[in-house]
């Protein structure tokens, strides 16, 4: 069964830091690009950080300078470090990826369970 699964989160004091992961299992040929994104309560889901099969990076203006997107290609994972944290950093995060599974020409797009990151004032 392919799935992302992720780890990390919880509960942390403002101005603190948690690091996100994200990784691949099953039948996975490659991994294209990886994401992450962010719902908070009441609002829709907003991409927080992305990262290209070849490293190319792109940031939210609200987490430019204290997140940070990376990816161990050899470990299937995708890590978010997010430092400085704020309140309204609170959110559900959810990793996203592009995989080319074995046996398959089409990429696919798969999500990660969901992981609580909560930020007190």
């Known amino acids: 069964q392919v799935q992302l699964v992720q780890s990390g989160g919880g509960l942390v004091q403002a101005g603190g830091s948690l690091r996100l992961s994200c990784a691949g299992s099953g039948s996975i040929f490659s991994i294209r690009a990886m994401d992450w994104y962010r719902q908070a309560p009441g609002k829709q889901r907003e991409l927080v950080a992305a990262?290209?099969?070849?490293?190319?990076?792109n940031y939210a203006d609200s987490v430019k300078g204290r997140f940070t997107i990376s990816r161990d290609n050899g470990k299937r994972t995708v890590y978010l470090q997010m430092n400085s944290l704020k309140p309204e950093d609170t959110a559900v995060y959810y990793c996203?990826?592009?995989?080319?599974?074995?046996?398959?020409?089409?990429?696919?797009?798969?999500w990660g369970q969901g992981t609580q990151v909560t930020v007190s004032s």
């Open positions: 996203r990826a592009d995989l080319v599974l074995i046996g398959s020409p089409s990429t696919v797009n798969y």
């Open positions: 990262m290209t099969m070849g490293g190319n990076t």
